[in-house]
């Protein structure tokens, strides 16, 4: 419940202080004095974006403040505890400013706050209903929200958005492995000519250093055999060669040995060097003889050599690297021939999650078939008391229109199978017709009226403010409309914005709103009336049609009258 608001510096509010209670809270005035201001500043103290325009002319910033008491139950009060804001008290205080640099800063009991947490708190403390809200019942998307509001089914109804939501989530997954999966069809592809060409290609890490050296040999063949030839004839097979004389030397030295002992170790090792010469003379020899140039076998290793470098420098630069390639293709199409399973996977879990949320959607079209009879009675008993006794009213179900999944029972939205309209028979024999076609904006009032009356104590915000519901109506229905709006207060708190004595004479509390110039400056100031102060401005407002006297008598009539229904009405 509201229980204190402070505006300062805001449009032609310099300071104004507001305490309503419990009960129904009017404001009247003229047409011009401001009220509309009083309601922008609520407004934006429920999350509503600022306007630095509406800053006062010579302030640099607005200041709203507003006072809510919390039932420590509710869902204000949860989120204050899940946020680190409640207080010890019952109190929740909401403080937004607004410069004209277009900067605010909200606070929330005293801390920095978000205008997103502002935004979301606001629905939970305060309903407003504007003067135009009457013509949110000529959107049919609007009907499926009272009726749901009114039976209670909101919960299912979101059980039901959720579940569509997490079945769209599912076609979009779908829809991006459909694409990667053409997408791997194009990437198999690439991968089968990468592994048929590395593994046709058979590489190996030393071939590529073992054909270098074979071409090198094989580019200088005369010219190597020559070499060998000429070495092995220089150690071993031609006259003189070094074998003959080592030989003639290791004779010398053994004859020399047997004479002396001390040069047999010396002996020893000439014989051991001329073995050794001599197994190098046969390994020269095996070398020589062992050459043996394949004709075409230069170009075949030239071609070999290029085609490995090719294949190198396409596939990481060396043959490791086109090795571990290889390898990672064949890891990636094993992976891949998981796509086609995965897909089939994803499409059984589609289908049961749309299965789930149409068991959902069913249950919620059950019930809301079975509340639409009681909401349409409900709906003809109120608005029978608002002055239009012969009016019927109807709840008709078409299928969803706009984006919906399509179903073997139909579409299937996020607000379920069907949308609902209201229908209206205003008088006996003209028959059902939308309420767009017929209902005037009096008869759109008070039907707006009746639907919110009939679902705001069951769901929604402990405060609910209605401007100039009384759009379109007078006289009686105006008197029926205060006892209805009486009859709403009774059981939390409603601020009504009218310029309606009918309606004003219902009051639990009554502000009058006035326009004066102060010090050159116009400014709106509210006034809270006491007895003889709410009779003046009764009087003010029936002026226009009566005599002043005429006014006065009439003024204290619809007081009396009100006083004393309200008091039958505060004992039922």
């Not at 003229?30 to 922008?40: F, H, P, Q, Y």
């Amino acid at each position: 419940m509201l229980t204190y608001l402070v505006i300062k510096n805001f449009a032609l509010i310099k300071a104004l202080e507001m305490e309503p209670g419990p009960g129904l809270c009017v404001l009247s005035g003229e047409t011009g004095a401001g009220k509309s201001i009083i309601l922008a500043a609520v407004n934006m103290l429920i999350g509503q974006r600022a306007a630095s325009e509406l800053i006062r002319k010579g302030d640099e910033q607005a200041v709203l403040e507003a006072q809510f008491q919390l039932k420590p139950d509710s869902d204000p009060a949860r989120r204050l505890q899940e946020e680190g804001m409640a207080e010890e008290s019952d109190d929740l205080v909401v403080r937004r400013l607004v410069n004209r640099e277009g900067r605010n800063r909200v606070q929330v009991n005293g801390s920095l706050a978000t205008l997103g947490l502002l935004a979301q708190l606001g629905p939970e403390l305060v309903s407003v209903v504007g003067q135009h809200a009457s013509q949110a019942l000529l959107k049919p998307e609007e009907h499926l929200w009272l009726l749901d509001a009114y039976a209670g089914l909101e919960e299912k109804a979101a059980q039901v958005a959720r579940a569509v939501g997490a079945v769209r989530e599912r076609d979009r997954e779908l829809a991006r492995l459909q694409a990667d999966l053409a997408d791997r069809l194009r990437r198999r592809e690439e991968l089968e000519h990468t592994v048929a060409e590395l593994e046709a290609a058979e590489l190996d890490p030393a071939e590529e250093e073992a054909l270098g050296a074979e071409r090198q040999i094989l580019a200088n063949a005369e010219q190597v055999a020559g070499l060998a030839r000429d070495a092995h004839q220089g150690l071993y097979t031609v006259d003189g060669s070094i074998l003959e004389k080592l030989g003639a030397v290791r004779g010398q030295l053994e004859d020399l040995a047997e004479l002396d002992e001390r040069v047999k170790a010396l002996a020893k090792q000439v014989e051991e060097a001329f073995f050794s010469l001599e197994d190098a003379a046969h390994q020269v020899r095996d070398y020589a003889s062992g050459l043996a140039f394949e004709p075409g076998r230069l170009d075949w290793v030239e071609t070999r050599l290029a085609e490995i470098r090719r294949l190198v420098r396409k596939h990481g630069g060396d043959v490791p690297a086109a090795l571990a390639a290889l390898q990672e293709a064949k890891d990636e199409l094993a992976g891949l021939e998981t796509g086609g399973r995965r897909l089939e996977q994803m499409q059984a879990q589609r289908e049961a999650a749309l299965q789930e949320v149409l068991g959902l959607a069913r249950e919620l079209s059950t019930a809301r078939q079975e509340s639409a009879q009681r909401l349409a009675r409900a709906a003809e008993e109120e608005v029978r008391h608002l002055g239009m006794s012969a009016c019927q009213f109807q709840v008709r179900f078409s299928p969803p229109a706009g984006a919906a999944l399509e179903t073997g029972e139909g579409p299937l939205s996020s607000r379920g199978l069907e949308r609902a309209e209201f229908f209206m028979a205003p008088n006996p024999g003209e028959g059902f017709r939308p309420l767009s076609r017929i209902a005037s904006g009096g008869e759109l009032s008070r039907l707006l009226l009746a639907l919110r009356s009939l679902v705001a104590r069951r769901h929604g915000a402990p405060t609910l403010i209605f401007d100039e519901v009384d759009a379109g109506i007078g006289g009686a229905v105006g008197a029926a409309v205060g006892k209805k709006l009486a009859q709403l207060a009774v059981s939390g708190q409603v601020i009504c914005i009218t310029h309606l004595p009918q309606i004003a004479a219902w009051a639990d509390q009554h502000f009058a709103v006035e326009k004066k110039v102060l010090q050159g400056r116009t400014a709106t100031l509210l006034k809270p009336l006491d007895l003889p102060g709410r009779l003046d401005e009764l009087t003010r407002m029936l002026a226009g049609a009566e005599g002043q006297a005429t006014a006065r008598d009439h003024a204290e009539e619809l007081y009396q009258a009100a006083k004393k229904e309200k008091q039958s009405i505060k004992t039922q």
